[in-house]
């Protein structure tokens, strides 16, 4: 992502959902970029859709969540590492005797909670996905199709270099310039591209006679320095 924005500057920034970590979305955020990214559901859900983890309310004051019971779940305060984020685990022993622990976790010791050191920018993130949905669809409609057209119609579905970034971004550009132009011929039809190619080179063609002239007129002036006529330009023509 870093990449991005040493080459444009960007306000927001798109991506699909599920190609985003935490560290990206604190990348954007020091960068002053804003984020839409729609966020893969939490894979471990309630056997109840009403006790998800979405519908615990966190305190960010008391550092604390409360269930839907009305019971806080605490953390001591203590960071986890996980592979690419810290968190911190927040549990309540009242899970032991709550009447809808079954609803609410599979686990043996009840509901525990792992927030992110991310969290804060990821809930930030989520927020504005619900408030621009037509922008995203927009992205997805204009995005994807070029994709799909790669993966599935003409069955580049993985990048043949892969010894560095240069060297598959130059394989990606390939791909996308043999789509663009399908795409060209396929909007303005092939007819009207050659009239405009044959066009350009008529006005190349053009272009190149004061140069012929110019160049005549430097040959004159090396070799008869007294002549002021170019004795080339007939032959050039």
């Known amino acids: ?16 959902k599920g190609y985003h970590t935490g560290s990206e979305f604190a990348v954007a955020d020091r960068l002053g970029i ?3 990214v729609a966020v893969p559901g939490v894979a471990a859900q309630a056997p109840n859709p009403q006790y998800n983890v979405e519908n615990f309310k966190y305190s960010k004051e008391e550092d604390y969540y409360t269930c839907p019971q ?5 953390t001591n305060g203590r960071w986890h590492q996980a592979r690419t984020y810290q968190f911190k685990r927040y549990t309540t022993k009242a899970c032991a005797n709550c009447k809808v622990k079954d609803q609410c976790s599979k ?13 804060d920018l990821i809930g ?16 997805q409609a204009i995005v994807e199709h070029p994709y799909g057209t790669l993966k599935r119609q003409w069955g580049f579905d993985h990048i043949v270099t892969k010894k560095g970034m240069a060297r598959a971004s130059a394989d990606v550009g390939l791909l996308m310039t043999a789509y663009n132009l399908r795409r060209l011929i396929n909007i303005i039809g092939i007819k009207t591209i050659i009239k405009w190619a044959l066009q350009q080179f008529s006005y190349f063609l053009e272009s190149m006679v004061p140069l012929k002239f110019k160049l005549a007129q430097i040959r004159t002036s090396i070799l008869f320095p007294n002549n002021s006529v170019s004795i080339f330009y007939v032959c050039l023509k």
């Open 1 to 16: 992502m870093q990449n991005l924005f040493y080459e444009a500057i960007i306000s927001q920034l798109y991506y699909d």
């Open 34 to 36: 804003e984020t839409i």
């Open 70 to 74: 009305n019971q806080q779940l605490k």
């Open 107 to 119: 686990a043996i010791c009840g509901k525990a909670i792992q927030r992110s050191q991310y969290q």
């Open 124 to 139: 930030i993130n989520k927020q504005r996905v619900n408030q621009n949905q037509s922008y995203y669809k927009r992205r």
